[in-house]
């Protein structure tokens, strides 16, 4: 079971990318899935969260307002929209989902399947 994240790239300050998750393995329809970054020297840290349904949702307030996080879970995906960007949002994006079904959080430790992420850069 594995989340692999895709979209990233190198976009000017107020640009917007789409990052997607696509998770294989398992059905991710029954757990909370989350978006999680990592820039350099910083520790990987929460970026947004949505339950397993898509009706609950929590943002850092570092982006709230700017990203959009929504799921397919049809399609066994998850996005992550992001609009107006900034140079501090660069990092590394990874995606993963709650290792325990039917729970709601948003704690980094929560969160397991770590696959590979996406570089997102953001340049001013």
């Known amino acids: 079971v594995q989340q692999q994240a895709s979209g990233g790239g190198l976009v000017q300050a107020g640009g917007s990318l789409r990052l997607s998750c696509a998770v294989s393995?398992?059905?991710?329809?029954?757990?909370?899935m989350g978006w999680f970054r990592q820039a350099p020297g910083k520790e990987r840290e929460f970026v947004a969260s949505?339950?397993?349904?898509?009706?609950?949702?929590k943002y850092a307030d570092s982006v709230k307002g700017r990203f959009t996080i929504s799921r397919d879970n049809a399609n066994n995906t998850m996005y992550l929209q992001m609009n107006s960007l900034k140079p501090e949002d660069t990092a590394v994006y990874y995606c993963?989902?709650?290792?325990?079904?039917?729970?709601?959080?948003?704690?980094?430790?929560?969160?397991?399947?770590w696959g590979r992420g996406t570089q997102v850069t953001v340049s001013s």
């Open positions: 949505i339950d397993w349904s898509g009706s609950v949702i």
């Open positions: 393995g398992r059905t991710s329809s029954n757990r909370a």
């Open positions: 993963a989902a709650d290792t325990v079904r039917y729970r709601w959080g948003t704690d980094i430790g929560s969160f397991g399947s």
